[in-house]
């Protein structure tokens, strides 16, 4: 019974993890789209000009997402309340997805900066610490699933048979026929 308790936890945890992954992955997007665009000095001078910038101004960038994507999910969430739930959850997460990763991407230009801020700093090694707790409680059960899927693949294989050509599959199938006009026979 007790472990029912730590559900909410473990669901907490998964939640964190995902978004630190989608996070993480936002970041690698975003230093691969800066490299994409051609405009090299146009990436140069925003990225002086985000230098420049106080800790406090370079903060404020971070608005810039939040009210680019706002009219979005407020589009997203009239779409819920008129009956399109597929188009309007997916309007959700596409604003979601995006709005990550502009900021993910922003980080990746501020992030000199803001570390200069000692209560962001506080709060950095707060959300990393949350992250690494995250890790240490879904970590074991994430090996344990890997573990269990590799059995499963390795059994499924077993199954269809080898790659040699064995028919392990098709004699399963005719195990199943034969069982099937019995039972419709009696």
């Known amino acids: 019974m007790r472990q029912f308790h730590r559900i909410p936890l473990y669901i907490l945890a998964l939640l964190f993890l995902f978004e630190a992954w989608l996070w993480d992955l936002f970041r690698v997007l975003g230093d691969r789209l800066a490299r994409i665009i051609p405009f090299e000095r146009f990436k140069a001078w925003i990225s002086g000009q985000i230098q420049r910038l106080p800790p406090y101004a370079a903060l404020c960038l971070f608005c810039i997402p939040v009210l680019v994507i706002f009219p979005f999910k407020i589009a997203a969430l009239w779409l819920i309340a008129k009956g399109h739930l ?12 995006t709005g990550l990763g502009v900021t993910a991407f922003l980080y990746n230009l501020t992030s000199e900066k803001l570390m200069t801020l000692d209560w962001f700093r506080r709060l950095y090694a707060l959300v990393m610490s949350w992250r690494d707790w995250a890790h240490r409680l879904v970590d074991p059960y994430k090996q344990q699933l890997a573990d269990f899927m590799r059995a499963q693949r390795e059994w499924a294989l077993r199954l269809v ?17 034969r069982r099937i006009r019995r039972r419709s026979a009696s």
Do not use: E, I, Y
């Open 86 to 97: 597929v188009f309007g959850g997916c309007a959700f997460f596409a604003a979601k997805v």
């Open 161 to 177: 048979g080898d790659r040699s050509g064995t028919p392990g599959f098709n004699r399963l199938v005719m195990r199943l026929r």
